[in-house]
Each structure stands twice: as C-alpha cells, then as structure tokens.
C-alpha cells in the first residue's frame, strides 16, 4: 500500500499515514482493523480496532466500527464533540446489529480513533488499544487501557510489569458495542511539528514494552518502522492478532529531524 498523503502544505508541514495489519501466529482469523484517510485541513483521520466476540462477529464488531467512524466523520472535522458522537453512534450500531442477529449479539471491539493536523491531535478512545505520542528521545502514552489488569494497575494492585503478564489482561472493562451506551475517553493536545502519532491494538503491547517501541521508534520511520514493530511482536510468539497505524510527518519535504 502507498502512503496517503494529504492534499495541500499550508504550513510546511505534511503528514503521511502508514498502516498494517498481521492475523499473528496463532490466531486463525484477523478480527482487529484500520482506518487511516485524509480530513480537510491537510490533517487526517487514523483508527484501529480490535474486534471480541469469537466466530464472525469480532471481525463484523471491528469492521461497522470503522465503517461507522469513517461515514460519521466526514471531511470536515473542526471539533473533538464529533469524533465522540462519531464514536458514540458506532456504540449504537453495532450495540442495534448485535440485538437483531443472534450469531452477532454481544459483539464487541476496541477503538482508537483520533484526528492529527500538523499543529493538533484529537484522540477519542474506549479499550485496551493504544495511542503513543513517539518523540525523539521518549514516548507518551495518549490512552489508558481499559482492562482489569490496567485497571488493577492504576488502583495500585499490580506493576506495570505484572499487568502486562496478567491472566486478566485481556478482560476489557470498557468495550464498544455490548452495551446500548459507553463511556469514552476524549483527549485533545497542541501536535509539534516533529511529532509522530503511533496507534496499535494489544496484540503489539501483549509482547511488546514502551521501551521496545521507542528503541524503533528512534530508529525507524514510516513501513521500516511499522515493520520492524510487528516483526519484533512476531518473533516474540505473536500469540494475538497486530496492527500498527503511523502517523508522522514527510521528511522528504520540509526539514529533516535526522532520521
Ligand atoms: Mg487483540
């Protein structure tokens, strides 16, 4: 796939997105997805989700969340309120598709949506996938995983290192689309204009540090990085489905940041 890149330069500075997405070793389907497309305003929106609920319904769940997003979004976006609602009537969809099919009911995904403009990112999140802000010498996590394990964490029960080990880890406390209504995290933050967007689904954090993250990160961009990631992930036992979704400015214009 050929990156996207957005129409237009006004600042100087233009994004690009990358994205992939590997079923893993052990998994006999792929249930997680990803949206990456150009917003007016030369910024774009990016995605992903990783669908539960066994069978065919964990792919269905992930893809009527992107689907949904991608429709309610539109081209113009000016504020996070429409992300939400975007995200929000994705709920209510598939929440509506899983009570009218039996084979579909209780269907559900994470979603990790947000909308970066050179100077701006808008982040609107429910799950256990993540958003990490890559910098040049550390990375900042832009969600908070909504699982036991995460949750156990945060009360003080667990490290950090316990919760990515623990067998609870993969229990979603928050999900997209059991439930008529969900709560969701929204974050907004001024983007600078080196900065890197990275959006993954848990089947890269299962196995992967933020620490392993920023070692490629640092030294990789665009597929060389989302790559590197997933193939470290796989060589790892790659026990769960991986998506990596990149966001990050084109250096072949406009000034280098020396990678
Ligand atoms: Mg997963």
């Not at 997105?17 to 030369?42: C, I």
């Not at 964990?58 to 991608?70: P, V, Y």
């Not at 081209?75 to 929000?88: F, H």
């Not at 996590?141 to 949750?151: G, M, P, V």
Request: negative net charge; aromatic residues 4%.
């Amino acid at each position: 796939m050929r990156p996207v890149e957005a129409a237009g330069g006004g600042n100087g500075i233009t994004l690009r997105t990358f994205g992939r997405s590997h079923r893993g070793l052990k998994r006999p389907n792929n249930e997680d997805a990803y949206l990456m497309r150009p917003v007016a305003g030369e910024g774009f929106l990016v995605a992903v989700a990783d669908g539960v609920g066994g069978g065919p319904a964990g792919q269905e769940a992930s893809r009527m969340a992107l689907e949904t997003l991608d429709d309610a979004v539109g081209i113009e976006i000016k504020d996070i309120a429409r992300l939400a609602s975007a995200v929000s009537l994705a709920n209510r969809r598939i929440y509506e598709s899983g009570q009218r099919d039996d084979a579909l009911n209780g269907m559900g995904t994470t979603l990790t949506s947000a909308v970066v403009f050179p100077g701006r990112l808008m982040v609107a999140h429910v799950g256990d996938s993540r958003a990490y802000q890559l910098l040049d010498d550390h990375l900042v996590r832009l969600t908070i995983d909504h699982s036991l394990a995460a949750e156990m964490e945060r009360a003080g029960g667990l490290t950090p290192e316990e919760a990515q080990h623990h067998p609870n880890r993969n229990v979603l406390t928050r999900v997209i689309g059991p439930f008529d209504r969900v709560r969701i995290d929204v974050t907004e933050i001024s983007w600078g204009s080196g900065d890197r967007l990275l959006l993954c689904t848990d089947g890269l954090t299962a196995v992967l540090s933020d620490d392993d993250i920023l070692d490629c990160s640092r030294r990789l961009s665009g597929y060389a990085l989302i790559d590197a990631l997933i193939e470290l992930a796989l060589n790892r036992g790659g026990p769960d489905n991986i998506t990596v979704v990149l966001a990050e400015p084109d250096e072949s214009e406009g000034d280098s940041h020396g990678r």
